[in-house]
């Protein structure tokens, strides 16, 4: 069995509830209930990820640093419009990916799992992309 056959898995049914929230949107029109799931699934999910590149006494006190730093600002998204919180959402997935390509464990890693990384990374931005059009279009009416 692949070694990281399970990550793998998880990864691709993870980015499962993005895309439901964009055809959501294409099926039934922009609503705010459908930027507002995505956001919060989002969030959750950038959270999960930063709390795996957590490795306590495997890591430097700057990789531990970097790890948590794109979910420290999350109350605050609530003084923002839905608008910036989902380009700041957008910015924080492609960091994490650099984040853990810069740990010490990314070369430990097979390459089915790398490809998955970048595969999802890119999926998950483009349907930020769209969805922060979509709030765009739903301040315009």
């Known amino acids: ?12 049914y993870g980015v499962l509830p993005f895309l439901a929230c964009v055809f959501w949107s ?3 029109g922009s609503s705010l209930l459908a930027i507002e799931a995505f956001s919060l699934y989002s969030m959750g999910i950038l959270a999960f990820m930063a709390g ?3 490795r306590a006494g495997e890591q ?3 990789h531990a640093v970097m790890a948590v730093l794109v979910v420290i600002p999350f109350p605050l998204l609530v003084f923002v419009s ?4 989902l380009i700041y959402l957008a910015i924080c997935f492609p960091l994490v990916l650099l ?12 390459k089915d799992y790398h ?3 970048y595969v999802l990374t890119s999926v998950v931005f483009v349907c930020h992309l769209f969805m922060i059009a979509q709030s765009i279009e739903l301040t315009r009416i």
């Open 115 to 117: 490809r998955m990384r």
């Open 82 to 85: 839905a608008t910036n919180a």
């Open 99 to 110: 984040f853990e390509r810069g740990m010490p464990a990314w070369q430990q890693y097979h």
């Open 52 to 54: 795996t590149l957590w």
């Open 1 to 12: 069995m692949h070694p990281f056959l399970n990550h793998i898995q998880l990864g691709y």
């Open 60 to 62: 430097s006190y700057t």
């Open 26 to 28: 294409l099926l039934l």
